[in-house]
């Protein structure tokens, strides 16, 4: 188990004992507080202080910047740029998890990690996205108070979890919006009933991975604290 825990950057080999020895890890639901239990690192599931521990080392985990114009898919009979653009000489075959259509921005994450994957983009778990807006005008104040109490839509009502004002400038309101909601263009939609249609748009969070400061089209690897929030926010 030391040794596994070492493997996988948790911790030194006697960091990982101090761990075991705390009552902070557990092997399948189990907590275990012996040294030198053995374990397979491509069966067992480990959680250090409730956050599962990813061991098997053929899983990759990416955040995409994606720019504005490029589609979220991993091909593109047309030519067009895609997203699988970025990650077309890596050895794993790799695939997004949603999608952002081809004139929003931001964090869009890259896996091959089936199980994960699945889960973060089934209606179930209610996953949070959060997305900055740009609309024209000034918004009102009761604005908020509107999306979470919910607006109908043509194929259903819907409601925010969030929504706050991050800046007013020249004509235009830049808002922030937080929802679980994963039906198409959702955020556009939403916005345009309301009566500000989106100018510009950019999602800089799902659950609590953030997209950070790297410039449009940058890659970057999920920390292990990142993918481990990801297991837990989706119960596996």
Not at 5 to 29: F, Y
Not at 38 to 67: Q, S
């Amino acid at each position: 188990m030391q040794k596994v825990l070492s493997k996988a950057g948790v911790a030194s080999r006697r960091a990982a004992e101090e761990l075991i020895a705390q009552g902070r890890v557990s092997v399948d639901g189990r907590t275990v507080r012996e040294f030198g239990v053995r374990v397979d690192p491509d069966r067992a599931v480990i959680h250090v202080d409730g956050t599962r521990v990813i061991l098997r080392e053929d899983l990759v985990y990416l955040a995409l910047n994606k720019p504005r114009g490029v589609h979220s898919t991993m091909t593109d009979d047309q030519g067009r740029p895609c997203v699988g653009d970025y990650v077309r000489d890596r050895a794993q075959r790799l695939f997004h998890v949603g999608r952002l259509d081809a004139e929003t921005e931001g964090l869009l994450l890259l896996t091959n990690d089936g199980d994960l994957a699945h889960r973060l983009m089934h209606p179930s778990y209610h996953v949070t996205k959060t997305y900055l807006a740009e609309v024209d005008g000034t918004v009102p104040r009761g604005l908020g108070r509107q999306l979470r109490t919910g607006i109908e839509l043509d194929d259903g009502p819907v409601k925010v979890d969030e929504f706050r004002v991050k800046d007013v400038y020249s004509g235009q309101t830049l808002v922030e919006v937080v929802l679980h909601e994963g039906r198409k263009h959702i955020v556009r939609r939403l916005l345009a009933e309301a009566g500000f249609p989106v100018r510009k748009l950019v999602r800089t969070a799902i659950g609590d991975v953030q997209l950070g400061k790297g410039k449009p089209g940058s890659l970057r690897r999920l920390t292990r604290q990142e993918v481990g929030g990801l297991y837990r926010l989706v119960k596996l």
